[in-house]
């Protein structure tokens, strides 16, 4: 798919679709149908995101580094690799440190306020990164490969 579509497209198409099944999470048990479908939809949901969330950023990565390469006649592969697996270690760091204070809101099944609140932010959170990827100039980066190439 992300042949056909830029790699950037399809990332963006996963951003949402996260969001849409964080949203549901955050409705669960009062969604018009039963809990078996419910779980269902979510777990059909979900593996478009997962899917590409598994594939693509990486993919990304390694064309900047190509990109990067021809650009500076540097290889920094390792500190692409680097910096981006830093970034998901802060943010699981993040996440493991609010995560306690959002369930001392509500935890129990009289009180969930706080579990469904946790479906709220992370869909929040994936529109935080719907918006930071627009700022990803993929198309220089492409045009910087198919450049290459033709050499």
Known sequence: IARIFQKKKVLLVGFIFYAAVFIIISQLGKLPMD?????????????????IFGVVPGAMIADLVIADAY????????VFFAARTFIMK??????????PSILSIGKSITNNVGV??????AALFCVIGF?????????????????????
Not at 116 to 121: A, K, Q, S, V, W
Not at 133 to 148: A, C, P, V, W
């Open 35 to 51: 809990m078996k479908s419910q779980g269902y939809l979510i777990a059909f949901l979900a593996a478009v995101p997962i899917a």
């Open 71 to 78: 650009n500076t006649g540097s290889h920094k592969e390792g």
């Open 90 to 99: 802060v943010s699981m760091s993040f996440s493991l440190l609010i995560l």
């Open 116 to 121: 469904r609140l946790t479906g709220i932010l």
């Open 131 to 151: 918006i930071a990827l627009f700022r990803f100039d993929e198309n220089s980066i492409l045009r910087t490969l198919k450049d290459r190439e033709g050499e």
